[in-house]
């Protein structure tokens, strides 16, 4: 499976779309862990966890779990502040 992109802009306005459309995506039989690439994100609030969390929550419900590379600091410092970091296995 092609690893899953955060778009450059995550706001709150886009944040119901984006989870819709990447479960939307998600193949039938999923991989044990599936990646979700980080790099790309730039402006973004809290909405932007509450997507990630959402989509591991699917995973989880399907039996797979989500592995985010490339966070960048200010998304882990964003995880930490709001004290979910542990539940996103990052790279």
């Known amino acids: 499976m092609t690893p899953l992109?955060?778009?450059?802009?995550?706001?709150?306005?886009q944040a119901n779309a984006?989870?819709?459309?990447?479960?939307a995506q998600l193949?039938?039989?999923?991989?044990?862990q599936v990646v979700l690439d980080a790099s790309d994100l730039v402006d973004f609030?809290?909405?932007?966890?509450?997507?990630?969390?959402?989509l591991r929550r699917v995973l989880s419900q399907r039996g797979s779990a989500l592995h985010i590379e490339c966070m960048t600091?200010?998304?882990?410092?964003?995880?930490?502040?709001?004290?979910?970091?542990d539940l996103l296995h990052t790279a």
């Open 5 to 13: 992109k955060l778009p450059a802009s995550l706001l709150h306005a």
């Open 18 to 23: 984006c989870l819709a459309q990447w479960v």
């Open 27 to 32: 193949p039938a039989a999923l991989p044990p």
């Open 45 to 54: 609030d809290s909405s932007a966890l509450a997507v990630i969390l959402g």
């Open 73 to 85: 600091p200010r998304l882990r410092e964003l995880a930490t502040l709001y004290g979910v970091l």
